[in-house]
């Protein structure tokens, strides 16, 4: 199974969960230290429609040009679908592409970036609105070779500002746990 495939069966199970949530949930906290659940799901519209007018151009302007409107599902919905269209074209695995300030990487590579935000997202969301996260078993243990590679100096952390310092997790904790840890978020977070 590709890259690419985990992640668009990632995204079924992020559907499932933005599906449920409604308009009063918007304000929820999240993971995500100072974003709300409005903050996070426009950040992944945005980041869905960058990463897929990356994919057709090679870069994308604008990574944080988000919309929710009047309906945050269907904004949603239209965002992974531009994603899926526009990496699911033939040789996009092979094609440059210019993410955000991170660089220029094959399409094979950005997929496993998106598929990082993906799992992690996914987990966010669901945190927020109190709700069972069952993520694709091979999609987090991908997502957890990929994380595994991040430069985990906080200096540079800082300066990208994209993910927090490592929380340390046991090394024989679950897959997931093991991810959210490299990608700076506290396994055990709840919603207070």
Not at 33 to 57: I, K, P, S
Not at 105 to 118: I, N
Not at 119 to 126: E, F, P, Q, S, T
Request: charged share 20%; hydrophobic share 45%.
């Amino acid at each position: 199974m590709t890259t690419f495939d985990l992640d668009r069966q990632s995204l079924l199970v992020l559907d499932r969960i933005v599906a449920g949530i409604t308009a009063a949930d918007l304000d929820r906290p999240t993971p995500c230290a100072g974003w709300t659940l409005r903050d996070l799901l426009r950040h992944q519209v945005g980041e869905n429609h960058a990463f897929a007018q990356a994919a057709r151009d090679g870069s994308a302007p604008d990574w944080d040009g988000g919309r929710l409107g009047d309906d945050h599902y269907a904004a949603y919905t239209a965002s992974v679908e531009d994603y899926l269209t526009a990496f699911g074209e033939p040789g996009v695995a092979e094609r440059s592409v210019k993410i955000n300030t991170f660089g220029t990487f094959p399409g094979e590579v950005a997929t496993a970036m998106h598929l990082v935000d993906t799992v992690a997202h996914g987990w966010d969301l669901a945190r927020s609105v109190g709700v069972q996260y069952e993520p694709v078993p091979e999609a987090v243990r991908t997502a957890l070779q990929f994380a595994a590679v991040i430069p985990t100096d906080p200096a540079k952390r800082a300066e990208n500002g994209t993910f927090g310092a490592v929380v340390p997790v046991a090394g024989e904790a679950a897959e997931l746990d093991r991810f959210l840890g490299l990608l700076g978020r506290d396994p055990a977070w709840r919603v207070s």
